[in-house]
């Protein structure tokens, strides 16, 4: 078995949480990043809709001390940290109060857009140990991909900007070429380009490209929790009656089939529901 095969098997495909604020200083007060009584039941939501994993800077013992009880409470969620260039030890510190190994650890665009072998060397063999498998987190991916995947064997795991607006991204299709040419595990942020995108719309474009899963940033829940039942959707299940059974809160039923009828965004535009058994489309006014 290749160890992208391996990894399919291991990393989530459907993950929640942040990579917008690499700096805890940046984040605007108001932010959930900052209300951590608010943010816990809120991934507890996030977890019964169907995503089961989570990412989030190690800003801070704060911030380890809030994912020492998000392992506790939700053990079943595989927890994500992503780090960013700074001293070593500081990190040490923070690792070493973690009281579970995250699934993966990433590196940032701080790190490793810098496309300097040494230096990623050099925080796997400090940092590596505390985390099951390394993944990076590039923001000029075209270069900085094509960089690590012949020079450093060691990394598997490529997490970037993806989207059908090629939003973040110098040359969509050239990315494109890279995603779908070469075996590693590659991971999507931005899959909704900002919201610009409905979620079946990016889901279909997504998934239609060697990515493994998506990152949906924590800023509108609503419209988080609907992306996750299109992610499980077009990444797993290919079954519209089984997210409407086990996800979707009915407020419509079908008058020949008499099911709920879940919610459908059409690439064109608008609201509507949709029955997964006879098919039948009601648009929302």
């Not at 701080?110 to 140990?129: A, F, L, P, W």
């Not at 990076?136 to 900007?161: A, D, H, Q, R």
């Amino acid at each position: 078995m290749s160890e992208y095969e391996r990894l399919k098997d291991i990393i989530p495909r459907t993950i929640v949480g942040s990579v917008k604020y690499s700096k805890f200083e940046d984040i605007p007060d108001d932010h959930l990043l900052k209300n951590h009584e608010a943010l816990l039941p809120i991934l507890k939501r996030t977890s019964v809709t169907g995503s089961n994993a989570c990412l989030f800077y190690l800003y801070n013992e704060q911030m380890v001390n809030f994912l020492n009880l998000l392992h506790g409470e939700i053990p079943n969620c595989k927890i994500m940290v992503i780090v960013s260039f700074e001293e070593i030890n500081g990190l040490l510190t923070l690792f070493h109060k973690l009281k579970f190994k995250p699934c993966v650890i990433f590196f940032d665009h701080s790190i490793v857009d810098q496309r300097d072998n040494d230096i990623v060397t050099k925080y796997i063999s400090s940092i590596g140990k505390y985390g099951n498998h390394i993944g990076i987190y590039c923001l000029e991916p075209i270069g900085t991909v094509s960089f690590f995947i012949t020079s450093n064997p060691k990394l598997s795991i490529f997490m970037f900007p993806f989207n059908m607006l090629g939003l973040g991204l110098q040359n969509r299709s050239l990315m494109e070429m890279i995603v779908n040419s070469s075996e590693y595990l590659y991971i999507a942020t931005k899959p909704l380009a900002e919201d610009k995108l409905k979620p079946r719309q990016a889901y279909d474009y997504i998934t239609t490209h060697r990515i493994h899963g998506t990152v949906l940033e924590l800023d509108a829940v609503e419209k988080v929790l609907d992306a996750i039942k299109f992610s499980k959707y077009f990444f797993e299940t290919h079954d519209f009656l089984q997210i409407a059974l086990e996800f979707e809160d009915h407020s419509e039923i079908c008058e020949s089939c008499g099911i709920g009828m879940t919610r459908y965004f059409p690439p064109q535009g608008g609201s509507w529901w949709y029955c997964p058994q006879c098919e039948t489309k009601k648009e929302l006014p």
